[in-house]
């Protein structure tokens, strides 16, 4: 009997991995996966959420750990998703799924997403309509993994 449930991903993303996204053994590399496809997937969640003052919206992924997406995948799919919500800011939980290789793999990471002042770099409170815009994006995923 399975114990574990299905969360709802508001952003989906397929990677093909090609020769060039491989290292020399055959996992993806760091680059890839931190500064292309893990940025592009938080990107792509900030910038689904119109209430956001673009200008003023700092992310920062964690780098995942070295060799997380091993075995010469075919096809990595990234997913995200807010999970901690903060006055002034909100944490963008990343799954990488990597399948058709040598193993199926799952790394996951997080991404720091803040409103800030542009003029001085303070935290800026989210308001009630990033608030209630993060809830509405959370409650419509389609994508469930």
Sequence with gaps: ??????????????????????????SVRQEVLDERWVAEACAEYVGRCAALPPAAVRQQA?????????????????TARATEVRPSSFT??????????????VAGTTCEVRLE?????DAVDLGEAVLDELVAMDRSARHIG
């Design 1 to 26: 009997m399975s114990t574990g449930f299905a969360m709802r991903w508001p952003v989906l993303q397929r990677h093909a991995v090609a020769d060039a996204d491989l290292d020399e053994v055959g």
């Design 92 to 105: 963008l939980t990343v799954r990488l799924r990597a399948t058709g290789g040598a193993a199926d793999r």
């Design 117 to 121: 002042d542009p003029a001085t770099g």
């Design 62 to 78: 964690a780098p995942l750990p070295a060799g997380r997406v091993t075995g010469r995948p075919a096809t990595v799919v990234v």
